[in-house]
């Protein structure tokens, strides 16, 4: 998988996203935020969001691309609800093959899904990037991703990230 340029994104990105985040700790705005600026910074993805625990199902949130699954289903299948239940990411570089995939998407053809945590380092979602390129995502997508999907939680709380 080549790296293309990805990595120095990423470095921007992050950057970027700890001078962002600093101006609201609301767990809804740092998404948004994180969602749009990924989305629009990283040329292979094609759907770049958050799925949230509520209730015990995954609940689309703040997120960018096409219209995607408002409620992922059933319940402990496919890519997001894998990260959730291994609690690790989770790198999917051919969706058809992935046992139970869900396509919200059809054009999508490669995913990587890394957990969303509270401050507390328990499981509230995901973030869940989508590429119509074939295996688009690989280990460093996963680190990167992850590294960013902490910010969320960040130092000042985010216990009402939970459903
Ligand atoms: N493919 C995901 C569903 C969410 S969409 O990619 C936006 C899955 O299998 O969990």
Not at 28 to 50: D, I
Not at 57 to 81: F, K, N
Not at 124 to 134: H, I, Q
Request: glycine share 10%.
């Amino acid at each position: 998988m080549q790296n293309d340029g990805k990595t120095g994104r990423y470095e921007r990105i992050l950057w970027q996203l700890q001078e962002l985040l600093a101006k609201s700790s609301d767990p809804v705005a740092r998404m948004a935020t994180v969602a749009a600026l990924l989305h629009h910074k990283q040329p292979a993805f094609s759907w770049t969001g958050f799925y949230l625990l509520r209730d015990g199902d995954l609940v689309v949130g703040p997120y960018q691309g096409p219209v995607a699954c408002l409620v992922l289903l059933p319940r402990h299948t496919g890519v997001c609800w894998a990260a959730v239940d291994r609690g690790e990411p989770v790198v999917v570089p051919d969706v058809h093959v992935f046992p139970g995939h869900i396509a919200c998407d059809p054009r999508s053809r490669s995913e990587v899904v890394v957990p969303l945590r509270d401050e507390r380092g328990g499981i509230v979602g995901v973030l869940d990037v989508d590429s119509t390129r074939p295996a688009a995502f690989d280990e460093v997508d996963a680190a990167w991703l992850g590294r960013i999907s902490a910010l969320i939680s960040g130092a000042s709380g985010t216990s009402s990230l939970a459903g």
